[in-house]
């Protein structure tokens, strides 16, 4: 199995910045890519972000495009989610999903973002 620890939520004022972390252990072999989707009270959990863990190709929702950074660090098997001029509507609970090449799908618990405005 595969094991996801997200860290890095909190609180911070509407134009502030958080990064996110979601490590990885136990059989992490053939990894197709990591996510970030997000869920806020009342609505459905929906996407943010993925990356392809080989080539690191990205993929952004349009509403966090030119704000969030999706990164990863293949030696620590951890992938990163730079959060900039974060708004209110950011505010969820983040959480990191890992989809092996033929395996779906590993979920973390989940780290909550509290935006202030």
């Known amino acids: 199995q595969v094991q996801l620890v997200e860290s890095g939520g909190g609180l911070v004022q509407a134009g502030g910045s958080l990064r996110l972390s979601c490590a990885a252990s136990g059989r992490t072999y053939n990894i197709y890519d990591i996510g970030w989707f997000r869920q806020a009270p009342g609505k459905e959990r929906e996407f943010v972000a993925s990356?392809?863990?080989?080539?690191?190709?990205?993929s952004y929702t349009d509403s966090v495009k030119g704000r969030f950074t999706i990164s990863r660090d293949n030696a620590k098997n951890t992938v990163y989610l730079q959060m900039n001029s974060l708004k209110s509507e950011d505010t969820a609970v983040y959480y990191c999903?890992?989809?092996?090449?033929?395996?779906?799908?590993?979920w973390g618990q989940g780290t909550q973002v509290t935006v202030s405005s």
């Open positions: 990356i392809r863990w080989s080539g690191g190709s990205t």
């Open positions: 999903r890992l989809n092996k090449i033929s395996t779906c799908c590993f």
